[in-house]
């Protein structure tokens, strides 16, 4: 009987040694070497839509609202940049973060790590400006969204230059069932 337990006990020990063997880490166990270099991470497209705040309590963060790029959903996320964080306009042109405004049209890169929360919170990797937007009408955005409940998050549904330095733009609050609020401003 003896002789039966030290053979299970030894076949158990034996399949438990190798069942937790991490030679290739593709069991995720945690064991490979740290990365400090955020290039080293794989950058995903997460949202494209406009910056609707800011905030610079030690790091940047932005909060974006647009169009997810892996579905055809709308969302809210607040991005924290780090100095490992690259910003640039479409044109390939290198931004500090500290340019970045209210209003701008931006892509948002990330890992692909998402804290499920309203909004959606998240590190960016990549920050890419809309060079093709017009300064006037993020300028526009920018004091449309001082207009509206501040916080919340804001969709930029439209915006319409109704003449030369009047622009209407179209609002929809992600928290509230509601109709979309057009804000007239003049600049």
């Known amino acids: 009987m003896k002789l ?20 290739d880490n593709s069991t995720g166990s945690g064991n490979a070497p740290p990365t400090d270099n955020m290039e080293d991470e794989e950058a995903v497209e997460d949202l494209t839509g406009h910056i609707i705040s800011i905030s610079n309590e030690g790091n940047i963060r932005i909060l974006v609202t647009g ?10 996320t607040m991005y924290t ?9 479409t044109d390939g042109k290198a931004m500090d973060a500290a340019d970045l405004k209210i209003g701008m049209k931006v892509t948002v890169w990330n ?3 998402v804290a499920e929360s309203f909004p959606a919170q998240s590190g960016a990797l990549k920050v890419v400006v809309d060079a093709g937007q017009d ?4 300028a526009a955005i920018e004091k449309a969204l ?9 969709l930029v549904e439209a915006v319409e230059e109704i003449k030369e330095s009047h622009y209407k733009v179209t609002l929809k609050n992600l928290l509230e069932d509601s109709e979309p609020v057009e804000v007239e401003v003049q600049l």
Do not use: H, M, Y
Not at 4 to 23: H, M, P, R, S, V
């Open 146 to 154: 001082g207009d509206v409940k501040a916080g919340d998050p804001w």
């Open 111 to 113: 890992t692909g790590i």
């Open 67 to 76: 169009s997810q790029a892996n579905s055809s959903g709308v969302s809210a």
């Open 81 to 89: 940049l780090e100095e490992s964080t690259k910003v640039s306009d």
């Open 4 to 23: 039966k337990f030290f053979a299970l006990l030894g076949c158990f020990f034996l399949l438990f040694g190798c069942g937790t063997a991490d030679e």
């Open 135 to 138: 300064g006037r009408e993020q």
